[in-house]
């Protein structure tokens, strides 16, 4: 089964740091750009950022530029997304989905369930 | 507020078609395909339709994608209570550093 799993969500002090993780099985993981998107609670849903196949192209929403990187490791099947200077507005839960087609794309499939990151004193 | 727009609910009675439009410029729905995905209460966002009228396999033909230079069009014939859910369009926005853009969603209530 293609699937993607997310983790590493929590509640974290504004300031804090956090580290999510996206485990993918049932495709080569290698082969496609991946993808994380947030949704807070109550809005829409927000693309935040991609990455190439090889982790050579990386490309943000200008509200996380500069305070998150997502990484990937094909040998481990794992994508992650580190999470610096968080604030409230950062508040959210937190996808990932293999994207198509690549950067230049909003065809996602699958999405994980998503991990909850909540950022409060 | 989105870039993307859509209207904030939908309803219809079962066995009705509905439609769900999504509205953007031409740096977005005007020159990129549009994606839409269905969430229900409580679970992952689902691809529906891809590349503005394609659906994935396993997607009833009850559902259809359509655009028009700077709108998209979802629709959804016959209607069935399992399709009460939020519905989101997706589009790759071209202006300044790029980026995907997601309408604020629709959530549709089967009556």
């Known amino acids: 089964e293609v699937q993607v799993v997310e983790s590493g969500g929590g509640l974290v002090q504004p300031g804090g740091s956090l580290r999510l993780s996206c485990a993918a099985s049932?495709?080569?993981?290698?082969?496609?750009?991946m993808t994380w998107v947030r949704q807070a609670p109550g809005k829409g849903l927000e693309w935040v950022a991609n990455?190439?196949?090889?982790?050579?192209?990386?490309y943000y929403v200008d509200s996380v530029k500069g305070r998150f990187t997502i990484s990937r490791d094909n040998a481990k099947n794992s994508l992650y997304l580190q999470m610096n200077s968080l604030t409230a507005e950062d508040t959210a839960v937190y996808s990932c989905a293999r994207t198509w087609s690549g950067y230049l794309s909003g065809w996602f499939d699958p999405w994980g369930q998503g991990t909850l990151v909540t950022v409060s004193s | 507020q989105s870039v993307l727009t859509q209207p904030p609910s939908a309803s219809g009675t079962p066995g009705q078609r509905v439609t769900i439009s999504c509205s953007g410029s031409?740096?977005?729905?005007?020159?990129?395909?549009v994606y839409w995905y269905q969430q229900l209460p409580g679970t992952a966002p689902k691809l529906l339709i891809y590349r503005n009228n394609q659906r994935p396999s396993g997607v009833p033909d009850r559902f259809s994608g359509s655009k028009s230079g700077t709108s998209a069009s979802l629709a959804i014939s016959g209607l069935r209570s399992e399709d009460e859910a939020y519905y989101h369009c997706?589009?790759?926005?071209?202006?300044?550093?790029?980026?995907?853009?997601f309408g604020g969603g629709t959530k549709l209530t089967v009556l």
């Open positions: 997706a589009v790759w926005d071209g202006s300044l550093s790029g980026r995907v853009l």
């Open positions: 049932g495709f080569t993981f290698s082969s496609y750009w």
């Open positions: 031409s740096s977005n729905i005007g020159s990129n395909y």
């Open positions: 990455i190439k196949q090889d982790g050579s192209e990386k």
